[in-house]
């Protein structure tokens, strides 16, 4: 079971690679991966007192996966973002990779994410605001992507 001390670090160059598309074949390592996903979060939260949802890269595990637990925990599958609004919103953004720094970034404010779920069974869910923007930030990850390299600007960084 992975823990905290497995986060990967603002830095690690894994947190900077694209990654590969989960196969077939991989669907029963999902199970395994969403499980040490979920611990992490939970760690995060009991430290950090926040965590909404967390890429699979950011374990080193460089598939396409992110684990979303709001309300109900979801897994997406090889999530594809479509539909981007044009209208943006600009936030703080924060990072399990670097918990106690901020980012102000923009982001759409609406979004469509089609995505593979557990059962290898296509979803799509329309989302808006906050969801909208939690599931950009941990898109991006999958991208090798962080909200630091999305900042608005030179000075769009505080510390929490």
């Given at each position: 079971?992975k823990t905290?001390?497995?986060?990967l ?19 029963p390592?999902?199970?395994e ?9 939970q ?6 007192n926040?965590?909404r949802?967390i890429a699979?890269p950011q374990?080193g595990?460089?598939?396409r996966?992110?684990?979303m637990?709001?309300?109900k925990?979801?897994?997406f599958i090889?999530?594809?973002?479509e539909?981007?609004?044009?209208e943006?919103f600009?936030?703080w ?6 918990p106690r720094?901020?980012v102000k970034?923009?982001?759409h404010?609406?979004?469509t994410?089609?995505y593979?779920?557990e059962?290898?069974q296509e979803?799509i869910?329309?989302?808006q605001?906050?969801?909208s923007?939690?599931?950009q930030h941990e898109y ?5 992507i962080l909200?630091?390299m999305?900042?608005i ?5 505080k510390?929490?």
């Amino acid at each position: 079971m992975k823990t905290l001390d497995d986060l990967l670090v603002l830095g690690d160059p894994r947190l900077y690679e694209i990654c590969q598309e989960v196969t077939k074949e991989e669907l029963p390592l999902v199970k395994e991966w969403v499980a040490d996903l979920h611990n992490v979060m939970q760690e995060i939260r009991e430290k950090y007192n926040f965590g909404r949802a967390i890429a699979a890269p950011q374990l080193g595990i460089m598939r396409r996966v992110i684990y979303m637990n709001t309300d109900k925990p979801v897994v997406f599958i090889n999530p594809v973002l479509e539909n981007l609004s044009e209208e943006q919103f600009e936030l703080w953004d924060d990072c399990m990779s670097f918990p106690r720094l901020l980012v102000k970034v923009k982001r759409h404010k609406s979004l469509t994410i089609r995505y593979l779920d557990e059962n290898w069974q296509e979803q799509i869910w329309d989302m808006q605001n906050d969801l909208s923007e939690l599931l950009q930030h941990e898109y991006d990850h999958l991208d090798g992507i962080l909200c630091t390299m999305r900042a608005i600007d030179n000075k769009s960084f505080k510390w929490r």
